[in-house]
Nanobody, 123 residues
Framework: DVQLQASGGGLVQAGGYLRVSCVVS????????VGWFRQAPGKEREAVSC????????YYADAVKGRFTISRGKSENSIYLQMSSLKPEDTAIYYC????????????????WGQGTEVTVSS
């Protein structure tokens, strides 16, 4: 079974930066996508950024383009989300997820989910 462990959340002031990390294990091959999603209180879980392992193709939601960067670590099982110019509306629990396939962005395409890490941006 694929397992994911997210970490790195915290409290940061508006305009600041934070990096969250995801360690993925139990997968085989490289035709998969790892995505970062977030869920704010009272809102639906939404895609933030995704990366395809085999070719590095990335996706960013419009709300985070130019502020967030997704990347792979030196070991292929680590995925990072560097967040800068943070805004109070970025406050949410951030989840990483694994989906079998390339270029995935829809929540329904991701079968395995980590436990989430909380990001709070104060104004």
């Amino acid at each position: 079974d694929v397992q994911l462990q997210a970490s790195g959340g915290g409290l940061v002031q508006a305009g600041g930066y934070l990096r969250v990390s995801c360690v993925v294990s139990g997968f085989t091959g490289d035709s998969y996508t790892v995505g970062w999603f977030r869920q704010a209180p009272g809102k639906e879980r939404e895609a933030v950024s995704c990366i395809t392992q085999s070719n590095g193709r990335t996706y960013y939601a419009d709300a985070v383009k130019g502020r967030f960067t997704i990347s792979r670590g030196k070991s292929e099982n680590s995925i990072y989300l560097q967040m800068s110019s943070l805004k109070p509306e970025d406050t949410a629990i951030y989840y990483c997820a694994h989906g079998n396939g390339r270029g995935l962005t829809a929540k329904a395409d991701f079968a395995s989910w980590g436990q989430g890490t909380e990001v709070t941006v104060s104004s």
